[in-house]
C-alpha cells in the first residue's frame, strides 16, 4: 500500500440509527474530495455475509472507518474474519457532526485523537 489510508464508509442503510443528514452530509464531503473510498450499504450485512472486502481492508494500513461505535466495528470485522489492525481509526456517526467526521477520514494524520472519545483506535 502507497501509505495513503483506506476509507470505509457505512451507510448503515438497515439499522437506520445514524440520522439520514449526517449519512449524507459525509458521503457528499467523501465524493467532493475526489478521494477513493469504499461505501458500503450496510457493514452489519456485510460482515454477516462474511464479506471478502472486509478482511481485505483489515489487512491493509492504515484503515479509517466512517460508520458507528468503534467497539461495534472492531466486532463486526472479526465477525467477518478480518481483525482490525491497532492503527485503524474509526469515526462514530451517530454521535460526532458530520464535518467532524470528513475532516477526520480526509486528515493526513490518522493517530492524532479526534474531538469525540468516540474516535477512537479500535
Not at 15 to 40: M, Q, T, W, Y
Not at 50 to 61: M, V, Y
Request: with cysteine; aromatic share 6%.
Amino acid at each position: 500500500m502507497s501509505g495513503r489510508p483506506a476509507l470505509l464508509y457505512c451507510h448503515c442503510a438497515y439499522a437506520k440509527v445514524i440520522p439520514n443528514e449526517v449519512k449524507s452530509a459525509v458521503l457528499r464531503g467523501l465524493s467532493e474530495a475526489g478521494v477513493e473510498f469504499d461505501a458500503g450499504p450496510d457493514l452489519c450485512a456485510m460482515a454477516a455475509r462474511r464479506d471478502p472486502r472486509l478482511q481485505e481492508l483489515a489487512k491493509g494500513e492504515p484503515l479509517r472507518v466512517a460508520a458507528c461505535y468503534s467497539r461495534a466495528v472492531r466486532w463486526l470485522f472479526a465477525a467477518a474474519g478480518g481483525d482490525l489492525p491497532q492503527s485503524a481509526r474509526v469515526w462514530n456517526m451517530r454521535l460526532e457532526p458530520a464535518q467532524e467526521v470528513v475532516s477526520g477520514m480526509l486528515g493526513s494524520d490518522a493517530s492524532e485523537p479526534g474531538p469525540s472519545a468516540e474516535t477512537t483506535t479500535v
